[in-house]
């Protein structure tokens, strides 16, 4: 019998991050992995020979910037960052020759922007010179433990409490209205809205202005950076480091059952009826109803948290189509060839009609796209003149058959050669992942979700997963929440981790502080 100060469930990089925080503290920490290989949502293989895909995420701004990761060193590990010439851009329809676009130098990207309009140009340059002021705060306050009392804090300094007000009613402002009011030319207003449809929040809902300001801020301050060599080399960098601080990490052994005893979690039993005994604690890096409803006895689960539960809110399904192009994509607006990352979906009425058309049940008959090109990214990618690509769109929620998959694909494709025309002849190979082959692949990606659920507000702070339970505590003693699940949700940022193993950690000091015990039986109250 195998046993461990702690046991991890689950080796995407939330479990792995959560591991490396509890082997740095001296702790003997085993993570078990389903999948025949580490990483989750962060991994690539050669789809096709000579071309590296990236089989869910792909770019890493929120790793760049996230407290998680700084301290990790995992360059020691590994790990080396390519960036393209371009962060990203956008233009505001297939007729574009002139897209909007994101420069390494703020005072390039200000210049650019001054072509369409003077204004915009100023205000971009005020836009990062705000940045760089708040920015510490901000990455505080979204991926610290909450509530983020010492990020705050921070803000408030920076800023001081009038000019804090102003800002917080600028970060709440629906994408929709935040870059009407920054903004006069629709191109510039297109940079921030494509970032927030990064996530499933509609445009005109609180929420969706931070995203698409939080992106295209890190886009400008860090680029939007790739690791060398495909997604899979982030994970194997993660992997040494939870080795070399003295974790292991077991692949092809999918948990079964969460061991409870006492109301305290001490071990999980695997597929194969092995039992890992945990001393301290289990994490579990997995979608929340995966936990309450499979992986714990019935018993021990508050009936309050099932009746939550059943009101759990998805993101919309993801459909991938991967490319292996034999040439570099032939764009109608020629400047975005040296962008890694490209939104493509039209003016700000087609990217309200495609909104309209998830939120009412249909398939967009324009869907907006997020694109990559990997080896404008990271030359290692393919051969040299060539392109890795991948596209992805979302279906409607709840729609997940493979027909649905297969006619928003099509009009993918078609988006795509609207912006590229000819792009289809250089197409060499091309994969697509729908929503159930997506979950096939990582038993978290429920339905193709690919953030753990909803972005929206109503499923945030301290009501991710459930009202009661924001952040890594559950009702069971010494087990915790350590996936995308919990708060700050998706996103390869590594905080939800990091969070559960602060949780952990401060559960088992030499004298368990009262705080946290008043913590766990404030949870189990709500929760009755």
Same mark, same amino acid.
């Given at each position: 019998m ?19 925080a509890?082997?740095d503290?001296g702790?003997?920490v085993?993570? *078990?992995e389903?999948q025949?290989? /580490?990483?989750g949502?962060v991994?690539s293989a050669?789809?096709?020979p ?6 869910f995420?792909?770019?890493?701004p ?12 995992l360059?020691?590990?590994?790990? +080396?960052?390519? +960036?393209a010439?371009?962060a990203?851009g ?16 703020p005072?390039?990207?200000a ?15 005020s836009l ?5 002021t708040?920015?510490?705060?901000i ?8 509530p983020?009392?010492?990020?705050v ?5 920076t ?6 007000? +102003? ?9 929709n ?6 903004f ?29 300001y ?9 680029g939007?950076p ?6 899979g080399?982030?994970?194997?960098? *993660? ?11 077991i692949c092809?052994? /999918?948990?079964?059952e969460?061991?409870?005893?006492? %109301?305290?979690?001490? %071990?999980v039993v695997?597929?194969? %009826? ?24 019935p018993s ?5 948290v099932?009746?939550d539960l ?8 993801v ?8 040439g ?6 020629? =400047?975005l ?6 939104h493509?979906?039209?003016?700000m =009425?087609a ?8 939120e009412?049940?249909?398939i ?14 990271? /030359?290692t +990618?393919?051969p ?17 058959d ?13 988006v795509?050669?609207?912006?590229a025309?000819g ?5 060499v190979?091309?994969h697509?992942q #729908?929503?159930?082959s *997506?979950?096939?692949s990582?038993? =978290? ?5 690919v =953030? ?6 109503f ?14 505590s559950?009702p069971? $003693?010494?087990?915790y ?12 940022h ?7 193993a602060r ?6 000091? #030499?004298?368990r $502080? ?5 913590t ?9």
């Amino acid at each position: 019998m195998h046993e461990s100060d702690a046991v991890v469930i689950g080796a995407g990089h939330n479990g792995l991050i959560a591991a490396i925080a509890l082997a740095d503290a001296g702790w003997d920490v085993t993570v *078990l992995e389903a999948q025949d290989q /580490p990483g989750g949502a962060v991994r690539s293989a050669q789809l096709t020979p000579g071309y590296v895909t990236d089989l869910f995420s792909a770019f890493y701004p929120l790793t760049q910037a996230s407290p998680a990761f700084t301290d990790l060193d995992l360059d020691a590990h590994g790990l +080396r960052w390519s +960036r393209a010439p371009l962060a990203f851009g956008q233009p505001a329809g297939p007729g574009d020759t002139q897209a909007a676009v994101v420069h390494p130098d703020p005072a390039d990207t200000a210049a650019h922007l001054a072509g369409f309009d003077a204004h915009d140009g100023r205000t971009w340059l005020s836009l990062t010179e705000q940045w760089a002021t708040i920015r510490d705060g901000i990455i505080g306050t979204l991926f610290g433990p909450f509530p983020p009392m010492r990020a705050v804090t921070s803000l408030l300094r920076t800023s001081g409490t009038a000019d804090a007000v +102003r800002l917080a009613r600028f970060l709440l402002l629906p994408a929709n209205r935040m870059v009407r009011e920054l903004f006069r030319s629709e191109q510039a207003r297109l940079l921030i809205l494509g970032n927030a449809l990064h996530a499933d929040i509609p445009l005109d809902a609180p929420g969706s202005g931070l995203m698409g300001y939080l992106l295209t801020m890190l886009g400008q301050d860090v680029g939007f950076p790739v690791p060398v060599g495909g997604a899979g080399e982030l994970s194997a960098a *993660l992997v040494r480091r939870c080795e070399a601080a003295g974790g292991e990490v077991i692949c092809s052994t /999918p948990v079964e059952e969460i061991e409870v005893r006492n %109301g305290r979690a001490v %071990g999980v039993v695997d597929a194969g %009826g092995r039992h890992w005994p945990a001393r301290r604690a289990v994490l579990a890096d997995v979608a929340a109803p995966t936990l309450y409803t499979r992986l714990l006895p019935p018993s021990v689960v508050p009936s309050r948290v099932l009746d939550d539960l059943a009101h759990f809110a998805w993101d919309t399904p993801v459909v991938k189509i991967d490319y292996a192009l034999s040439g570099k994509i032939p764009w109608r607006s020629e =400047n975005l060839g040296g962008a890694g990352t490209v939104h493509l979906g039209g003016d700000m =009425n087609a990217l309200a009609r495609a909104g309209a058309d998830l939120e009412t049940g249909r398939i967009p008959r324009d869907p907006f796209l997020l694109f990559g090109q990997m080896t404008t990214a990271d /030359p290692t +990618r393919s051969p040299a003149g060539t392109e890795s690509a991948w596209s992805y769109s979302h279906l409607p929620r709840g729609v997940t058959d493979d027909e649905a998959a297969h006619e928003l694909a099509e009009r993918m494709d078609a988006v795509l050669s609207a912006h590229a025309p000819g792009v289809s002849s250089l197409i060499v190979d091309r994969h697509l992942q #729908t929503p159930r082959s *997506l979950q096939d692949s990582d038993a =978290n990606l429920v339905g193709g979700a690919v =953030n753990g659920g909803t972005a929206q507000l109503f499923q945030q702070l301290i009501f991710r997963p459930t009202p009661g339970l924001g952040g890594a505590s559950t009702p069971v $003693r010494d087990l915790y929440l350590s996936s995308a699940a919990a708060h700050p949700g998706g996103g390869v940022h590594g905080a939800c981790g990091a969070n559960a193993a602060r949780a952990a950690l401060a559960a088992h000091r #030499t004298l368990r $502080r009262p705080t946290t015990y008043l913590t766990r039986k404030a949870v189990q109250r709500l929760m009755r």
